[in-house]
């Protein structure tokens, strides 16, 4: 079968010297003629061995700057021709687990790709066309320069479109819109058999599909075809404060089914006066403090936020606006007291997480490891989940942000490969864990076996679950992972890539002859 699908693929487009004879790895790296550079002679502390997750390190046989699609086209199926060279894209490397590594194989750098950085927007038509390879900052200041702008977006915008769109790309406005992925008209792709070809729900749909949340394994995205909307000038940025789970999630679930405000958040901080993930971490502006007499007599040890924000424009009368945001909060059962509140322009507010990037670099703690665990959680478990791990295991916080927030099942595409826990509501859990500026290596290890207790302890309890940004070592813990979808995956892998050439880094396939 899976050589029927080679055929017929190879056959439907124009691949002439795809399946060329085998030659030695040497061999393939001398005779690499592509428009852009090569660096060999790497080592593990080159940046194309190194993510954001600084837990893993694995040195390349090359790392390659391509000048455009047709270099990486050219460079896979070069790779095809040893039975064991991998490709890996790298697009801003803020993985967490290695996955946009090649161990011995060859790693593009999508940043430095010179013919890829276009952000053409197309106003009549609410597009804009964007290289795989351009960051969503970048996005959005070239959008905002027309009115408009993407309507999903990250929290931090520092990621690359093909890297974000390669698993969903999530943050508040995901309950209106779905994630990123749900908001791609288009993609111009390079397929595992060094095929460049366009596609789209209604033309090569499986492979659009496919590469959707495809976690890099089917092709690398050159070109992402992204819907906009009009942007508003401003928004009002509010968070209030919850000592009951049961209250917070029951007021965050009726905000994404009333669609009031235009993005809804949640966060878990710890019930002390800890600067970093404590009370004061609430607050939107200097003059704003926490008051902690405000809560009531009987609390747990730790508190719940909700962050909102309503778009609006600046020749909007303050009064409509501060009208409808006491019209939709009066339905809220927050402690009243606890209530911050700013505007801010929509750029600000969507750059919020690259500003506090800027102070993290400043103490030094941006380029330390960052055991990041993400995953969804079933609106079913989430109460039990609350229990066992924010109210226990994790109870004095990961010295980060920890995030929940409730997301809609029906916004994402299932024909994506983005795979989910089974519930019509589900909660992303994101524990950002940041260290100081030297830790040991026996502090992150503890920090990866706290992870692991959790995902273990929603195992054992029966949890319906699945990781965002998933990290498996083994093909068997893949399957779990993808359930009654892993025969897809793995047909589409047959049809796209089917040696295992791409993402090695993710380790669900081993490069095959
Ligand atoms: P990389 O880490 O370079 O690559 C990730 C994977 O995608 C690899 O397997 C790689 O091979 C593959 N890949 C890269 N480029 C391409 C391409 N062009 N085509 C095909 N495959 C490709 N995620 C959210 O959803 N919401 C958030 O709010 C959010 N915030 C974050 C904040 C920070 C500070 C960090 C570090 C991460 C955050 N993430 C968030 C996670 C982020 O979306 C993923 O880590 C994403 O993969 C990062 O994009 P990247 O460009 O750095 O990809």
Request: proline share 4%; with cysteine.
């Amino acid at each position: 079968m899976l050589a029927c699908l080679v055929e017929r693929f190879v056959a439907e487009n124009d691949t002439d010297s795809i399946l060329e004879p085998e030659k030695s790895e040497d061999s393939i790296l001398k005779d690499l003629d592509i428009e852009g550079s090569i660096d060999y002679g790497l080592t593990t502390t080159d940046i194309a061995s190194k993510d954001f997750g600084g837990i893993y390190a694995v040195k390349p046989l090359a790392f390659i700057r391509p000048a455009g699609a047709d270099d990486i086209a050219r460079v896979i199926r070069s790779a095809l021709q040893s039975p064991t060279i991998t490709v890996a894209a790298r697009g801003n490397g803020h993985s967490i687990n290695g996955q946009a590594m090649a161990d011995h194989g060859l790693v593009i750098d999508m940043k430095s790709m010179g013919h890829n950085n276009r952000i053409d927007v197309n106003v009549a038509s609410m597009y804009v066309d964007v290289g795989g390879r351009v960051l969503w900052t970048d996005v959005l200041k070239r959008c905002l320069g027309y009115g408009l702008a993407p309507k999903s977006w990250t929290d931090y915008l520092d990621l690359t479109v093909g890297g974000t769109l390669s698993n969903a790309g999530v943050s508040g406005q995901a309950f209106r819109f779905g994630p990123q992925t749900s908001t791609v008209m288009e993609l111009e792709v390079v397929t595992g058999i060094g095929v460049k070809t366009v596609c789209s729900n209604s033309q090569n749909s499986e492979l659009f599909f496919s590469v959707l949340g495809g976690l890099g394994q089917f092709g690398i995205i050159t070109r992402a075809r992204i819907m906009l909307q009009h942007a508003p000038d401003m928004v009002r940025w509010i968070r209030v404060v919850y000592s009951e789970f049961d209250e917070f999630t029951r007021d965050a679930e009726l905000l994404i089914m009333s669609e009031s405000f235009n993005y809804v958040e949640g966060f878990v901080i710890v019930n002390s006066d800890d600067p970093v993930t404590g009370w004061p971490s609430v607050p939107l502006a200097s003059n704003q403090s926490f008051d902690p007499t405000h809560l009531p007599k009987k609390t747990g040890p730790v508190l719940y936020f909700l962050e909102l924000a309503l778009h609006y424009n600046k020749h909007d009368d303050s009064s409509t606006v501060n009208t409808l945001v006491e019209k939709f909060l009066r339905r809220l059962t927050f402690v009243e007291q606890l209530r911050f509140e700013i505007d801010s322009t929509y750029m600000d507010f969507l750059l919020r997480v690259n500003h506090a990037e800027q102070a993290a670099r400043g103490s030094g703690i941006w380029d330390t490891p960052h055991p990041w665990l993400n995953m969804f959680v079933s609106k079913r478990d989430i109460a039990a989940f609350n229990r066992v791990v924010f109210q226990n295991i994790i109870k004095g916080g990961v010295n980060g942000p920890l995030l929940t927030y409730p997301l809609l099942r029906s916004k994402w595409d299932s024909r994506s490969s983005v795979v989910l826990p089974q519930s019509d509501i589900f909660y992303l859990v994101a524990l950002l864990r940041f260290t100081h500026a030297h830790p040991k290596e026996s502090e992150i290890k503890q920090m990866v076996a706290q992870n692991n207790e959790i995902v273990q302890t929603c195992i054992k309890n029966g949890f319906d679950f699945k990781l965002y940004l998933p990290h498996y070592e083994s093909t068997v813990e893949w399957k779990k992972h993808f359930g009654d979808q892993w025969i897809r995956f793995v047909e589409r892998k047959s049809q796209f890539d089917p040696k295992a050439v791409l993402a090695p880094g993710q380790k669900i396939f081993t490069r095959n002859d």
